[in-house]
């Protein structure tokens, strides 16, 4: 019988409340991990199904932008599991709409150029601040331990393909691509590997778009499988990025986008 690839590994997932994070502390339970899972929303469907498959779970409100949440993250996986082996960075949030303004195109206004100085902020705090407080509280937590491990950031394919409309996303995403190249070669001779994953157009409330609607038809011209991903998809490129499997592998990003990157 195969060794589960995690077994009795501890992970820290943030944004696991639903969506990407959670499809990720799922695989991750089936693979043997406990996990402590972060959100700003309650967990709590995450955490039953975990349990569910017979691994450890907790649970803690975190505002990833917050680098005092964050090391209260490091401190509580300690405190409940002993010390921390994989970490993913899942929590995230897309382009935010921006309010009527005189003048301003209601179809325009999140372009650069009328996107208010407040949103441009929040999403790169959130999307690249963020990810950057939570990775080197692992990091050096992982540092003190002295075992290595493995650090996944959840990128996107935007952080490589202009989107009008979308700029703090796309900026933010390329953000955490060069965040992850930058920390992998700071720590590639201590035994911690930092990669990303960054995901094509993926089923989750993050992108919801019909499939009648012109932004699925969009999103389908540069995705050549014409369908969207699935959170599970990402949860198991996830996977082997956090496993023994991917231990020569450190600053990559790999892209489950539906072959968005073969031209």
Aim: charged fraction near 20%.
């Amino acid at each position: 019988m195969t060794t589960p690839r995690l077994e009795g590994r501890i992970a820290v997932i943030t944004g696991g409340a639903s969506g990407i994070g959670q499809a990720v502390a799922q695989r991750f339970a089936e693979e043997g991990a406990d996990i402590l899972l972060t959100d700003l929303a309650p967990c709590d469907a995450t955490v039953a199904l975990v349990q569910g498959l017979g691994r450890k779970a907790h649970q803690m409100r975190m505002d990833a932008t917050s680098e005092a949440d964050c090391d209260r993250m490091v401190e509580m996986a300690v405190q409940v599991f002993g010390r921390i082996d994989v970490a993913v960075f899942s929590a995230g949030v897309k382009t935010l709409p921006e309010a009527p303004r005189p003048g301003v195109d209601p179809a325009k206004a999140t372009q650069l150029v009328h996107m208010s100085v407040e949103n441009f902020r929040k999403v790169i705090d959130v999307n690249v601040t963020g990810v950057m407080l939570g990775s080197r509280a692992v990091a050096r937590q992982m540092l003190a331990q002295g075992t290595g491990g493995a650090i996944v950031n959840i990128a996107s394919t935007a952080g490589r393909i202009p989107l009008a409309g979308g700029g703090s996303y796309c900026v933010s995403k390329a953000g955490v691509i060069m965040l992850t190249k930058v920390m992998a070669l700071e720590l590639a001779q201590t035994g911690i590997r930092v990669n990303a994953v960054g995901p094509g157009y993926t089923s989750t409330p993050m992108w919801d778009a019909p499939e009648d609607s012109d932004a699925y038809r969009r999103a389908m011209s540069i995705t050549p499988m014409q369908r969207n991903g699935t959170p599970r998809e990402q949860a198991d490129a996830c996977l082997y990025l956090a496993c023994d499997e991917s231990s020569f592998m450190t600053g990559q990003t790999l892209h489950p986008a539906g072959g968005q990157f073969t031209g």
